[in-house]
């Protein structure tokens, strides 16, 4: 029955688009902008300017307009933090290492780095970090002594505190987010969905305050299977993709899509490709429809919310953000890329 309700969920929303229908794509073109031996999964684009984060501690940004690169290496005492998370005000820039010490740093008055918050413990794993403003963020990771790491901040990201286990619904042992994109993360307004290894929503209607936690029928039977990523076109139409990093043909339970906020999920080309992929981002003005899929096993496109897929290339990369609704940025191993699909 429950197919039903989404099957005709998704004729009305179909339907109620009809008079201007998305664009169709059957090619990308790809240019490197920025090339190193840097392994790069989190990006954001700011104004005319993107910003990335990678491992060996380095930051950068490159100038959509010039194409000028700069960038900075971070280093605590002898660590070269591995930064998987960006984000970003309309002030400061913000990088998330993942691993023990957990490292935040923001950009200060004077443009350089400055550490505002610290964790310790063997356990620690940030997966992604963004903002719902200028003043509240939120970072999430791995869970510790029995509930999901949620750290928050209120005032612009000069301080975050953690959320207690006891105001936050119960973890599973092991359950975590894959820190592969940054995008297992998403908010809208005062509304916040977070992707777990377990294929679960943790779920917010008011910036972090309180939480549910709602089930998706995404296959984890693994520790490697799970939500890797999810993006919401509107408060009511999202997308959360996944898979098997170790077994990345298997197309089984890794694509779900809401049509409701998120409050119940529906598989999606459920045994048809793409199998996993580390990255799914809705394209702009594609009325809910256009999705791209990034990961090592190429580039994947849906003009219809996930039910069909185009393969559009095969090259490799982690994380992707849409400039407007046919450029977008990407970023992979040793190099960012701009792609513009035709």
């Keep these: 029955m429950k197919h039903v309700y989404f099957a005709l969920l998704l004729l009305l929303l179909w339907s109620c688009n009809e008079e201007k229908p998305s664009r169709l794509f059957t090619s990308v073109a790809i240019e490197s902008i920025y090339e190193d031996s840097l392994n790069i999964r989190a990006l954001e684009i700011i104004d005319h300017t993107l910003a990335f984060s990678a491992n060996k501690g380095f ?3 490159v100038d959509l307009n010039s194409g000028k690169v700069f960038g900075t290496n971070i280093q605590y005492d002898s660590i070269h933090p591995e930064f998987r998370s960006i984000a970003h005000t309309a002030t400061d820039v913000f990088v998330l290492s993942a691993g023990n010490p957990a490292l935040l740093y923001k950009t200060g008055d004077n443009g350089k780095f400055e550490l505002v918050y610290k964790e310790e413990d063997e356990s620690v794993f940030y ?4 903002f719902w403003n200028d003043k509240e963020g939120i970072a999430i990771g791995d869970s510790m002594e029995g509930c999901l790491s949620i750290i928050v901040t209120r005032d612009g990201g000069l301080t975050w505190k953690k959320q207690e286990c006891s105001a936050l619904p119960k973890g599973i042992v092991g359950e975590g987010a894959f820190a592969a994109s940054n995008t297992n993360i998403k908010v809208i307004g005062t509304k916040t969905w977070v992707a777990t290894t377990y294929g679960r929503i943790y779920y917010s209607d008011d910036k972090a305050n309180t939480w ?3 089930p998706t029928p995404v296959l984890h039977a693994e520790a490697t299977q799970g939500i ?3 993006d919401f076109y509107n408060d009511k139409i999202g997308f959360a993709i996944g898979g098997d990093y170790t077994k990345p043909e298997i197309t ?3 694509k779900a899509v809401t ?6 999920w529906a598989l999606v080309a459920d045994k048809a490709a ?4 580390s990255c799914v981002q809705f394209i702009p003005n594609s009325k809910g429809k256009g999705l791209v899929a990034v990961g090592f096993t190429g580039i994947s496109y849906s003009n219809d919310t996930g039910a069909t897929w185009t393969k559009l290339s095969d090259e490799v990369f982690f994380t992707l953000r849409f400039k407007n609704d046919s450029v977008a940025y990407a970023a992979g191993k040793g190099r960012v890329s701009e792609l513009i699909f035709k």
């Design 59 to 61: 930051v950068g940004t």
């Design 127 to 130: 997966d992604a970090m963004t």
């Design 212 to 214: 549910t936690v709602i």
């Design 228 to 230: 890797y990523s999810l």
């Design 252 to 254: 089984k339970k890794n």
């Design 259 to 264: 049509v409701d906020g998120g409050n119940t």
């Design 274 to 277: 793409p199998g996993y992929k």
